[in-house]
């Protein structure tokens, strides 16, 4: 575990010894009185000047959120305030969710966030009241007038530290919008202000050198097309070794049926390559007539995460390479904010796709009427389609040294409302699956603590608080079930839950979906099998024997 992770002692002792709202202690301080304190597992380190300079952002520099004086440009109080002014007209959305909150509370102790830290500035209802109290004061004549009844406050250099913390301490994962009566989205607020700060150069690395990447070469994690394809290659080798079964992936061919795009880390990263062995299997297995394409070779948007502008710009890509290749429609992989965005984003954002095909099944002739504007379709809806006409050869006995649970991913539960899709596809290919408690799933369902840019090493502290709701869900099946196996259909899921496991809930291993799903496939043509896409042993396939259905 990192060095910027508390150990669970020193959590448990401040729990225990400091006050917290948590308890039903409140300070004796106003939540706008209480300073901002930053610390070594609390914040993010800052773009980079060169990674700023390559996008064109503001105020490239070198600085840290630890120093007195973080260098803000000349004018910096106008910048922000001309660009809440902007947004305000421009955004409908965001002027009536500033305009519309009523302080019920009914959010207050939805957020994870504020469960694991226990910091009032975390209760949505209150993150939002960091812009909605500058808001006031420069904007609404009323309130201006009333200021000391509105609880309006002038924008200073203080404020721009707190929006740094605390809208870095929201994943945008919208789980207090399903309990607001109104239906306020403290993500949406989350997104401007973090696209604010840009304007004046307060951001965070890890989320702008992936954009920066992206944009440069076509995926975050900035992998060259030659390299791209070798990494698939070398998957596709490490399948033929396991099962003895070719796979010959194309990339960039014309006139292919469908175009397959996935987050670069199911390419690279571990434990995510072991899904993209699984669709490797599960395209060779059916026939699929898939591209790779290795310039749209990222699904993931972490424009999203930055600016509207340039979530739009990389969206842009899968569709521009999509009508290049004349293709009919896209096949989308496992990921989480890919989806947020083509589902809720682009039909008004870059749609609409009118050079693509509605999606038809090339097996099964289904027509996925859902994704008539979109033209591309989740990959867990597509093999569950599979599935429910029979149309693979699965053996779920080969998943049976894993028990398991689901992680609803939230861009995937509450901005797509896909729930039963992938749980139809997981009881179909293992036999012990096991669902967390009915408040922290689907719709309801936790973070996993460190979406939206932030699943930095130097964030540890407050990603393992942040992540704690959800890890204690699989704490309550782990010790009810012996559950083993967390399996979640987002790249960032992939990424991040397992630190969180290792901390909270050891013994407890991360898979993707289609990773299980590789493992069951019967291949034709396969040898005989004893050990899983990892390399573990399968249980009762340790002799190498017989594996038929």
Known sequence: MAKYAPKLSELKKEFDEKPSVLKGDYAAQEWWDIPVEFHDGNWCFPGKPEVLEDLGFA???????????????????????DGLQSRLKKYRSLKLFLDTCVRCGACADKCHFFLGTGDPKNMPVVRAELLRSVYRNDFPLVEKILKGFSGS??????VIKEWHMYFHQCTECRRCSVFCPFGIDTAEITMMVRELLNLI????????????????????????PHTFVQNITSLAEDIEDLTGVAIEPTFNRKGAEVLF??????????????????YLLLFHHIGLDYTISTYASEGGNFGMFTSNDMMKKL??????????????????????????????YMNTMNGPADFLEVPVSPITGTRFS???????VHIAEFTADLIHNKKLKLDPKRNDHLRTTFHDSCNIARGMGMFEEPRYVLRNVCNSFHEMPEDTIREKTFCCGSGS???AEEYMEIRMRGGFPRANAVKHVKDRHKVNTLVTICAIDRASLPPLMNYWNPGVSVYGLHELVGNALVMQGEKKRTTDLRENSMAGFEDGGDDEE
């Open 370 to 376: 859902n994704a008539a504007a979109t033209k591309m």
């Open 201 to 224: 150069g307060v951001n965070n690395n890890w989320i702008l050198a992936p954009v920066s990447n992206c944009n440069r070469t076509g995926n975050h994690l900035g992998i060259e």
């Open 315 to 344: 969206n842009a890509k899968m569709y521009h390479e999509a009508k290049r290749l004349g293709v009919k429609w896209i096949l989308g992989g496992e990921c989480g904010h890919m989806w947020r965005v083509v589902h809720q």
């Open 261 to 278: 795009i996935t987050p670069s880390g199911d390419v690279f990263g571990d434990p995510g390559v072991y899904t993209m062995m699984g």
């Open 153 to 158: 406050r002038k924008l200073t250099e203080a």
């Open 59 to 81: 105020n490239p520099r070198k600085w840290t959120a630890t120093d007195q004086d973080w260098q803000l440009p000349a004018g910096w109080q106008k910048t922000i305030s």
């Open 453 to 455: 840019g932030l699943n």
